[in-house]
């Protein structure tokens, strides 16, 4: 049996295919590639109870990821995070059977360690020994401890103002990492310029093949962890789409295999700010690609992506499956965070609150029914955003009384 049933790269624009195993980047036409296996191989040899006794991460599910060689896998135990029911939040919104599925506790505390786990493994896989990206912060930091761990060298060029933990996680992991007075665009235009003229390895998003692949592993495990029954719903907070891309991408694959069934794929969820809403407004209007938005601006850096790569891919995902697209305010936002962690004890990263809001409001809409089973995604840890939350709190002098207690706890009742 094969370590990896990987077949080859193929083009989703022009259909063109490309050799595994060789370093690419996008397709001529310019579209993504895609990475593709040989499912009706692995449909006979491999089944759902033979995954039960390998360890609890992504590499579970070796022979549907690209690396071929074992001794290449890089990784620092990332995957296989908890589904959790989310009963009191739910209740209060009508969704009983709300889960969430916390990516906060991954590696680097983002999943964007799941895309970099196997983005790095395959660049080692290939012998690249550099690689370059821009980055508004997350994806950064989890390229460039990855690499660190396979022993690549990185350089990353991020916003002055991507928040200051990434920054710091980027520049102790040994990254070449520059500041750019200017946005991730711009951050952009500076990569592509010194990857061509040092010939590294661009590994912005969806512009080498493999970090889509990382980023499926969501759906193969909420699909493990609910047994082989896909939910109804998922919502999944979007910036260059490549974990919706990446989930609807696992479901297709499981249902070739015959792990789920043929018949249901859950409604797919974009969730975006309004401060930068392409995706939704190309939904809106029925469109197959989005257009690039203006001014940007919101408090969930990891989803302000103006203009995606993978646009059409987000929104076939959308289109196939039922599902739809929302933008919600950064103030729901705030409000959204504070609610989950009072009520669930979960401290969610803004983009995950994004989409806790938005799975109310489409509840309010009735377009998520009451006795449905819905999985958001919360795609990071609020700790990574400490300067998000910002409470006045009461100052003691040293031996003064607190007087308020009853009061508080009145207000509780
Ligand atoms: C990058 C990021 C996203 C958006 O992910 P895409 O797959 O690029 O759409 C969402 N949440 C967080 C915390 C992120 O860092
Ligand atoms: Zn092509």
Redesign the pocket.
Known sequence: MKFSYVSHLQCPKCDKQYNAGEKHQLCECGSPLLVNYDLESLRDILKPEDLIKRKADLWRYKELLPVQREENIVTLGEGMTPLIPMERIGAEMGIPKLHMKDEGIIPTG???ARGAAVGVSMAKELGIPELAMPTNG??GASWALYAARGGIKSTIVMPVDAPKITRNECAIAGANLYLVDGLISDAGKIVAQTVQNQGLFDVS?LKEPYRIEG?KTMGFEIAEQMDWKVPDVILY????????IGIYKALKELQTLGWIPEGKLPRLVAVQSDGCAPIVKAWQEGKKESEFWEGSETLAF??N?PKALGDFLVLESLYETNGCAIAIDDATVLEEQKRIAELEGAFV?P?GAAVFAAARRLREQNWIKEEEVVVVLN??AGIKYPDTVDFELPTLQPGELITKTEVLIEDQE
Do not use: R, W
Not at 237 to 244: E, F, I, Q, S
């Open positions: 983002t999943f964007k997350n994806a998003t980023k907070p979007t910036g260059g789409g490549v974990g919706l990891g989803i992506v990263c983009e795609t990071g």
